[in-house]
């Protein structure tokens, strides 16, 4: 009977923990599981009756009352993790760390997977054995976490010959994004790469963007160091078809033109092509001027016409050579508030630059930014044919120089009659019977906004400087702030920035003695004195 008294509730915890354990690992021995769990709970109770004298006594003792308290504490922080471990799953919430955040989305990528109208499913064809799966399981775990609209799954070719030929993949590391009936795969593991291909599957259709040729510019098919071939390529990365476009025998713009590039032209625009480019911007269009200096192109008249102001300089900038370039390859490293602008923090290089300014007088309703500014220790050279360049006080302009405008205007463009589209824009009138009297009404015209952007230099696209820092990227943020497609992005690929420290034998001799010997000792010794005092009470 003392041997029940005294060890009963050692047996019943022990019958308790048996229990569990056969739940948790046997769980077709459920019902001994619930015989034995319902002993351990009829022995608790058997030594509490057994022993309810001397848990009276002990219930007035003051270590009971200090041991009840630690009780309480550890039940209540137990309490406050279950709540917020239950508040943290239905509320997924997560944090980047790092410095460079090389965990998280880009900004620009979120706002492609927040802005998502339809379902996205993305089958990622990966074998087990693939050593790219987890960096592309870990990047479509970041997307899905910014929209319920995003759907994933991996699939092992090996194991899944049927998908693998429903879906044509004849390469390893395949990922294939749909959309409603449209398709778009890649072969990569790029933030870039995936969040363009999501941009193309769920685009109603592509925009064309077109280059102007006939005039000496550099081609879009050159892949050579001045050919814009890799403008080219970014472009239709990110969803956009590119052609060539020759204005000399046109008279009008192509109907499905987006935006018209002028890549530096060499000789000048014919007048036939100046009016038809100013009729386009009449009618609601987009251009990007980019112009060099030294270069007779008949753009200075046109777009002064406009409150943009083409100087017949050269930049010069101090700064470029302690980046690597020279005194003629200013870099720009601030930039004005606009929306091409936000969240830029690249420098860009434009090798042999013109400045470009804003006029005092500009047209009615003309909105017109600075984009890029080089820094105080340069200046625009007015002198082109001096063998030695210097800045000549009261000649020359000091700096800092604009290197880029972009201008925005609201124009009414004129409806046109469906019996009469072959007459040319005409207003379109309606007869509307009021009263038994005709009265006839003018039709107000639909209200666009014609947008263009000017450069002083071309070079800076060109297969040669492209991918130098952000020029592509601010090029590309420009083209799409025309086109009026924020969302179509250029991503800077993520680094990770070394962090390691040195250290001597001595401190890191010092330190593990720290944390093997000392810090697990002192936690030892204080839990023995405080064990050793409210043992003594």
């Known amino acids: 009977m003392n041997w029940l008294k005294n ?47 001397e848990l009276k006594e002990g219930l007035k003792r003051r270590s009971f009352i200090y041991s009840s308290n630690m009780l309480l504490v550890i039940v209540l922080v137990l309490a406050i993790l279950v709540v917020l471990n239950f508040l943290l799953a239905r509320h997924h919430y997560r944090v980047d760390f790092t410095a460079s955040k090389i965990h998280s989305l880009s900004e620009q990528s979120v706002s492609v997977v927040k802005n998502l109208k339809q379902e996205v499913v993305i089958r990622a064809f990966f074998r087990d054995s693939n050593v790219s799966r987890q960096a592309m399981e870990n990047l479509l775990r970041n ?46 593991t790029s933030e870039e790469d995936i969040t363009n291909a999501l941009i193309k599957v769920t685009r109603a259709s592509k925009k064309v963007i077109y280059f102007l040729e006939g005039h000496g510019e550099n081609s879009i098919d050159d892949s050579g160091d001045v050919g814009y071939s890799t403008a080219k390529t970014e472009l239709e990365k990110i969803g956009y078809e590119v052609k060539k476009l020759s204005l000399a025998l046109a008279d009008h713009f192509p109907k499905d033109c987006a935006l018209l590039i002028v890549p530096g032209p060499r000789k000048g625009l014919l007048p036939n092509e100046l009016e038809t480019l100013k009729n386009y911007l009449k009618g609601g269009g987009r251009v990007f001027f980019l112009v060099d200096p030294e270069t007779s192109s008949g753009l200075e008249t046109f777009l002064a016409d406009y409150g943009i102001k083409l100087e017949n300089d050269l930049v010069v900038d101090t700064v470029s050579r302690l980046l690597g370039g020279d005194y003629f390859m200013p870099v720009v490293t601030e930039y ?68 880029a405008v972009v201008g925005s205007q609201k124009v009414e463009v004129k409806e046109e009659e469906e019996e009469k589209k072959s007459e040319g824009n005409k207003e379109k009138t309606e007869q509307v019977e009021q009263g038994g009297e005709t009265k006839k009404f003018e039709t107000s015209g639909i209200s666009r906004e014609a947008r263009l952007a000017v450069f002083g230099d071309s070079d800076f696209i060109t297969n040669r400087y492209y991918n130098l820092s952000g020029n592509g990227n601010f090029f590309l943020n420009t083209v799409n702030w025309l086109t009026e497609e924020a969302d179509l992005i250029s991503i800077q690929p993520r680094t990770r920035t070394p962090r390691s420290i040195s250290l001597t034998p001595s401190q890191g001799r010092f330190l593990m003695f720290l944390s093997v010997v000392l810090l697990p000792v002192g936690v030892l010794a204080a839990g023995l004195s405080i064990w050793l005092r409210r043992r003594s009470l």
């Open 7 to 53: 060890y009963l509730n050692y047996l019943s915890l022990g019958l308790l923990a048996l229990a569990i354990v056969i739940l948790t690992v046997w769980p077709q021995y459920r019902t001994a599981a619930w015989i034995i769990g319902a002993t351990g709970l009829v022995a608790i109770a058997v030594y509490i009756i057994l022993n309810l004298t």
């Open 336 to 403: 004005q508030s606009h929306d091409i602008t936000k969240n830029f923090r690249y420098a860009t290089f434009f090798p042999l630059a013109r400045s470009v300014e804003i006029s005092e007088t500009r047209p009615e309703g003309m909105t017109l930014s600075s984009l890029a500014r080089t820094s105080a220790n340069s200046w625009a050279e007015k002198q082109l044919d001096k063998a030695e360049v210097t800045f000549d006080q009261g000649k020359d302009r000091p700096g800092p120089i604009t290197l």
């Open 143 to 188: 997307y899905a976490y910014h929209s319920s609209r995003l759907k994933y799954e991996f699939i092992d070719p090996d194991k899944n010959p049927g998908l693998v030929k429903k879906y044509d993949i004849t390469q390893d590391g395949t990922t294939v994004f749909e959309c409603g009936d449209k398709e778009n795969r890649i072969t990569t």
